[in-house]
């Protein structure tokens, strides 16, 4: 759901077939480099993701993959298991990854009615594997746009992706054209054929989402079976339906009352499917109407009458700035503080909703005539993802901050730009470029010509800083990433000047400052260390301690280092508290060199100063 539009919609998802599940996947050795508190499973609770020992976590990686919707793989993320590993490995120790939004197809998954292509889900399930064993938390999600390839004909200017072939000649729908359409999103509301499949599957029209139902509960029946135990626990839960959108209304129905009477009695029915199919402990990740929180197109939604969904549900949500992406309506670049409404926004419907949020997509196009606003457009998604407060507001007002928000940027494709796809099966319209699908180009990595996947976004943007576990209930959390816009340095949350020590200790550098309240955890509270912070350059300022270049954690090490599960070579910072109930706060910054003592110190009661004021 990316580019030029307004995106959508509808449909991943019919599957029906049947299917013999293999017995349970044979036991293979943990995680590298995994530690005792590593690889339980999650569940929801207090709004928040939790691991076994209590911690909060955040969940921060990329979709895998707009690949799934092109044929030359046959609905794969990839080409083959290799790749899949070359894929997360990358994700990991470029990305600074944790989860992916593990994208599946209808199409391929049963191609005829009612017969499941186990042969596509094995190839699935072990590319999923290949996440898993990196380290690497899995949610699938059945995609589809503009609810099918199969709608379009040879010579279209768009496709689609998600429902088989069979689904399409069911509803002898007119032939599709979008009239006038500048943007492949307008397809949503303006191809007939679109809007009356869209249509068919929510009225479940043909038995279209009976079907689906059936499918997707014999889908993840094989996925719990032919996964590892260790595996499937790394597994989060399941996106339902990629964007859902009515198509059209009947009379006297709006989005509101569609939502309510169409789209959360399907994730009712969804979810009974999900303990069938023995995954009643993992959430389903349900999205509102896509147009909820547009800026542009909006319409009123949010599962505003769902009352309190609680934990057996997250509330999974998109945001493209669609004014950005236009051209037109937002001159210029984003600026700080730009999303935190937005943003806001999500934390809110999560927390009237009894649970917690992810927003499963976010990015900007990175050819074309916006892709100059990219840098800004995703450093202020990322800041409102990690805060609801600007970062000129930041230190003055940071107990307002919200929850750390979970996210999944679209996407990390790493065939961008060397596809070979036949779009709509013409032979004559071969695209190579981009994410060669309907002109979009928003992938964050690719592979150079060794092989090598490279990030084509600034590293200091995409590879964060981020708490991925907190041992406690998290107050507060901001990253300066200091990530380039060209040759110019994006700075939006500098060190007030009030606090000069923190600041020289700080610099021109990176920094993350979190604030957390204990809560007699014995597992440790852990951030993710990007490459630009090598541990021995890695300075640390926190009530528990003060050191410059941290150790190798122990469970006696208040601060220390330690590899992230999945030995890609990713790195976290361990630090341990022994209270309950008591603010804690560590800023964790790469600017400066062989810090003193004194300004360590001094830096230090500057913070606790700072948090006794703040926090009171």
């Known amino acids: 759901m990316p580019n030029i539009r307004v995106r959508l919609l509808v449909v991943l998802v019919v599957l029906f077939g049947s299917l013999t599940v293999a017995g349970a996947g044979p036991a293979t050795a943990a995680v590298p480099n995994s530690l005792w508190f ?36 046959h609905g794969l993320p990839f080409a083959s298991v290799a790749d899949a590993k070359k894929s997360a490995t990358a994700l990991r120790a470029l990305g600074g990854g944790n989860a992916v939004r593990f994208l599946l197809s209808w199409a391929y998954a049963e191609p005829v009615r009612g017969q499941l292509d186990t042969a596509y889900l094995a190839a699935a399930t072990a590319q999923m594997g290949a996440f898993l064993d990196a380290g690497v938390r899995v949610y699938p999600d059945f995609h589809q746009d503009l609810y099918s390839r199969h709608l379009f004909n040879s010579g279209s ?73 260790e595996q499937f626990t790394g597994v989060v839960g399941f996106d339902p339906y ?37 995954w009643t402990d993992k959430p389903a990740f349900v999205e509102p109407n896509l147009f909820w929180n547009g800026n542009v197109s909006k319409q009123e939604g949010g599962l505003l009458d769902a009352g309190t969904i609680g934990s057996r549900y997250v509330f999974n949500t998109h945001f493209y700035d669609q004014k950005a992406i236009s051209g037109i309506l937002m001159w210029g670049n984003a600026s700080d503080g730009q999303y935190v409404s937005d943003f806001g926004a ?17 990015g900007h196009p990175l050819n074309g005539s916006t892709a100059g606003k990219a840098p800004t457009v995703l450093k202020a998604m990322y800041q409102a993802l990690d805060s609801r407060v600007k970062g000129a507001n930041w230190w003055t007002t940071p107990a307002t901050s919200g929850p750390v928000l979970s996210g999944s940027q679209w996407q990390w494709d790493i065939y961008n730009g060397r596809h070979h796809e036949l ?71 500098p060190v007030p ?36 912070f090598p541990t021995a350059s890695t300075t640390v300022v926190s009530d528990l301690g003060t050191v410059y270049a941290p150790p190798a954690y122990t469970s006696s090490t208040p601060i220390g280092a330690a590899a992230e599960p999945g030995g890609t070579g990713s790195r976290r910072l361990l630090i341990t508290d022994s209270d309950s109930g008591v603010l804690h706060y560590a800023l964790v910054t790469n600017g400066a060199t062989s810090p003193s003592a004194t300004l360590l110190a001094a830096a230090k009661s500057e913070l606790a100063a700072w948090a006794a004021a703040r926090f009171s």
């Open 242 to 278: 990629n964007e859902p959108y009515a198509g059209t209304y009947d009379s006297g129905q709006a989005s509101r009352t569609w939502e309510r009477d169409l789209l959360w009695p399907f994730y009712v029915k969804f979810r009974a499917r999900m303990d069938a199919a023995g």
């Open 38 to 73: 590593d690889g339980t499973a999650l569940t929801v609770s207090n709004g928040r993701f939790l691991d076994a020992q209590g911690r909060e976590v955040v969940l921060r990686g990329y979709n895998v993959s707009g690949e799934t919707k092109l044929d030359e793989n």
């Open 157 to 229: 200017w768009y496709t689609g992706d998600g429902a088989p072939a069979w689904a399409v000649e069911l509803g002898d729908y007119p032939t599709e054209s979008c009239g006038i359409c500048l943007l492949w999103g307008q397809n949503i509301t303006q191809n007939s054929a679109v809007t009356e499949a869209q249509y068919d599957f929510w009225h479940n029209n043909y038995g279209l989402q009976d079907s689906f139902l059936t499918t997707a509960q014999k889908t993840m029946a094989y996925l719990k079976a032919n996964l590892t135990t």
């Open 423 to 493: 779009m709509n099966g013409n032979p004559d319209k071969v695209q190579t470029t981009g994410d060669a699908w309907n002109d979009e180009d928003l992938s964050a990595v690719r592979l150079d010509d060794s092989g090598t996947a490279v990030l084509r976004q600034d590293a200091r943007l995409l590879d964060r800083i981020y708490p991925s576990a907190t041992s406690g209930s998290t107050v507060a959390f901001t990253y300066e990433d200091r990530s380039r816009d060209g040759s110019t340095t994006l700075t939006w949350n």
């Open 346 to 362: 999500v934390r809110d419907r999560a927390t009237a909703l009894g649970t917690t949020a992810i927003v499963s997509e976010y």
């Open 497 to 532: 000047s009030s606090l000069p020590n923190v600041s020289s200790l700080v610099g021109s550098g990176q920094y993350s400052l979190l604030v957390w309240r204990s809560n007699s955890g014995t597992a440790p509270t852990e951030l993710h260390l990007p490459a630009s």
